[in-house]
């Protein structure tokens, strides 16, 4: 196991840390900009919206650390050792999964930073990033857990042209649904959404989502070692 | 193999860096107070300095880097990591809510409905998975170098007693903050070192255990962070009862919130002890 760690530190370090700097980059931003924004609710939104730019460069960032494993000799010669190809899934979500870590403590630490900086120059930041930044954390979680299968099912290239098929088809679906109502799904997604989605309820449905990104992300994991085998048949090289 | 004046060595080294580490807020407390800045950056460096003390004590002693227990071994030892959630979760309930009941107060638990406890367990199972990581500062120092020197030369018992001792005067320059800023006055303090000094121990004795079952650091770093967040959701579950403002316990149910860590390190401390009875001696 220790092996494969090794590997996928090798090849992947630069991305590891550029997690790092992606947390800074709400931070570099913010600073670069300070005269524009004048007021305190100004500064949250602009905020919020660098956090927000920070999590969709990670995001791409992580989704790079995929690339270049999806070669036939690769997966014959992983299948053969002891770990097995499950062993180099494991640890290929692992490391997807501190690498969201890492991003996400880099990107808490810099704002607690920046507000104690704020504070000292006489501003007053309203709100932590925090309410933000989780539920976007396991959004991420969420997108990763989608995006690891094809990537080993189709390979990275043709797996993402797959996962963008299946998911505008996703779209469609569901927006025919709502578009047409058929068997009442408009008034059914509305009702449950309302019910759900309440002031005394709001924190429970956040727990329960946040659960389900992990579960998620478990069961991709699951998928994956289902279809890697397959997906190594079909690679191209 | 390691000699002992080697473990003795490299344990002095180790213990010298984090003692200066813990000096290092009182050398800047006026930096602290003047400015936010100083002050987080101080204590960003503070809580790191277990795990910079284990770096720098292995790069002094040219120890190398070998069973830094960095690795999760997550897979065949799920339970230990669910036990890292739950465990201090339930303790830190344990700690306050039976005095509550005891003294017939049980309306100031109505905060502790269905519906707001499973959303306490849900955001704490969220946060552990995603934001314990920070808390590797403190356990890669203590159970990932210190638990591992101080065993050879102490046994179990005494990795407790004073691992659990200089772990819990580490924080020493938190718990005199208060002090220092003149906000709390010294019997307070002491109070509040003195509670820290019965407690440690118990929670030193079941990361130590954890640490030891998984060949891991990262349950620990669950459970402590478990530890530091169950702290705020219990107060918050109780901040919904109705609590009057000027109510207040016996001083004598003080004494019920250490009995919960009183148990947990007798227990586990038995537990380590039957486990290395297990283990054959090798001559």
């Keep these: ?237 | 193999m390691t000699t002992k004046k080697e473990n003795i060595k490299r344990l002095g080294i180790y213990l010298l860096i984090v003692a200066a580490s813990s000096a290092m807020p009182f050398v800047y407390f006026k930096l602290m107070n003047a400015s936010q800045t100083g002050f987080f950056i101080v204590a960003e460096l503070f809580c790191a300095a277990p795990a910079l003390a284990n770096l720098i004590t292995r790069k002094l002693t040219k120890e190398g880097f070998r069973n830094m227990k960095l690795h999760l071994h997550l897979t065949e030892n799920i339970r230990y990591y669910l036990l890292a959630f739950a465990l201090p979760l339930l303790c830190t309930a344990l700690m306050y809510i039976p005095a509550i009941i005891i003294c017939d107060h049980s309306e100031w638990l109505s905060g502790f409905t269905l519906n707001n406890v499973v959303t306490a367990v849900l955001m704490l199972a969220a946060q552990g998975a995603v934001m314990s990581a920070g808390l590797i500062g403190e356990e890669l120092g203590w159970r990932g170098y210190m638990n591992q020197k101080l065993e050879p030369l102490v046994g179990i018992i005494g990795t407790v007693l004073i691992g659990g001792a200089v772990w819990s005067l580490w924080h020493l320059p938190s718990d005199m903050q208060g002090y220092l800023a003149g906000r709390e006055t010294l019997s307070e303090t002491m109070k509040s070192v003195g509670g820290r000094l019965l407690i440690m121990p118990g929670y030193a004795a079941f990361y130590l255990w954890l640490t030891k079952k998984t060949d891991s650091v990262w349950p620990a770093v669950l459970a402590h962070a478990m530890g530091n967040a169950s702290q705020s959701a219990i107060a918050e579950l109780l901040g919904m009862g109705n609590i009057p403002e000027a109510a207040s316990l016996p001083s004598w149910t003080d004494v019920l919130e250490y009995v919960p860590m009183i148990i947990i390190a007798m227990f586990f401390v038995v537990l380590l002890l039957r486990e290395k009875k297990k283990i054959p001696q090798t001559a």
């Design chain 1, 1 to 237: 196991m220790t092996g494969l760690v090794y590997k996928e530190w090798k090849h992947n370090r630069f991305f590891i840390l550029l997690m790092i700097a992606c947390g800074l980059l709400p931070f570099i931003m913010i600073l670069y900009n300070r005269d524009i924004v004048t007021n305190t609710d100004e500064m949250y939104n602009f905020r919020i919206i660098c956090t927000v730019i920070a999590f969709l460069a990670a995001g791409g960032i992580q989704t790079m650390v995929l690339m270049g494993d999806d070669r036939k000799i690769w997966g014959y010669w992983i299948t053969a050792t002891p770990e097995g190809y499950r062993g180099f899934i494991r640890v290929k979500y692992e490391m997807v999964f501190a690498m969201i870590v890492l991003f996400i403590t880099s990107l808490q630490t810099f704002d607690r930073l920046f507000c104690a900086a704020a504070a000292d120059k006489g501003w007053e930041l309203t709100g932590s990033i925090s309410s933000v930044a989780v539920p976007l954390a396991f959004l991420q979680i969420i997108l990763r857990a989608t995006d690891i299968p094809f990537a080993l099912r189709y390979g990275n290239k043709k797996g993402g042209i797959t996962k963008l098929i299946y998911s505008i088809a996703f779209v469609i679906i569901i927006s025919v649904l709502i578009l047409t109502n058929a068997g009442n799904f408009s008034v059914i997604l509305y009702e449950s959404g309302e019910k759900l989605f309440t002031e005394d309820n709001i924190s429970l449905a956040l727990g329960i989502v946040c659960m389900i990104a992990l579960t998620a992300y478990y069961l991709s994991y699951r998928i994956s070692c289902r279809v890697y085998l397959k997906g190594v048949e079909q690679y191209d090289h």
